[in-house]
């Protein structure tokens, strides 16, 4: 019986939507380190399907085609993408170097991260997170289901 999720997938995949996929892989790994691992490209150079790796988190990437609106261009975002970096200011500055918009600079948060929120140039949000210290939900005034 075949592995559920296969190989290399983790239980849940984002599947982010752009315009420009060639374009997005060059930027989101250059601004936020993401290594590209999949490639499909149509008959026509359209690049409709990519995947994306960082550690053990993938994300997926994919032209929906020409009635499609970035997040950017439809005038605002519906989800943040959430990813756990090892050095959250490093990634920052990286980040910002390639060209990033920074929604908001590294800052500890009340549950135990230091996060900042970065917009890449199609508009999709992302937030990176380094967790630098041990709290429960209660501590922050979290509770739990």
């Given amino acids: 019986m075949p592995e559920n999720p296969p190989a290399q997938y983790p239980t849940v995949t984002p599947y982010l939507l752009y315009e420009d996929v060639p374009a997005a892989?060059?930027?989101?790994?250059?601004?936020?380190?993401?290594?590209e691992r999949l490639r499909f490209t149509a008959e026509d150079g359209t690049v409709n399907h990519a995947e994306?790796?960082?550690a053990d988190g993938v994300i997926m990437l994919g032209d929906p085609?020409?009635?499609?609106?970035?997040?950017?261009?439809?005038g605002g975002s519906t989800?943040?993408?959430?990813?756990?970096v090892d050095d959250v200011?490093?990634?920052h500055q990286r980040a910002r170097a390639a060209?990033?918009?920074v929604l908001s600079p590294p800052e500890d948060q009340p549950y135990g991260d230091r996060s900042y929120n970065a917009e890449d140039p199609e508009g999709h949000?992302?937030?990176f997170l380094q967790h630098v210290r041990d709290?429960?939900?209660a501590d922050w005034g979290a509770t739990t289901a």
């Fill in 25 to 35: 892989l060059e930027w989101l790994s250059k601004a936020f380190g993401f290594r």
């Fill in 52 to 54: 994306m790796q960082l």
């Fill in 65 to 74: 085609g020409e009635g499609y609106r970035n997040p950017k261009r439809s």
């Fill in 79 to 84: 989800v943040v993408v959430a990813v756990y």
């Fill in 89 to 91: 200011d490093a990634h």
């Fill in 99 to 101: 060209g990033a918009t």
């Fill in 125 to 127: 949000r992302w937030s």
């Fill in 135 to 137: 709290v429960t939900p």
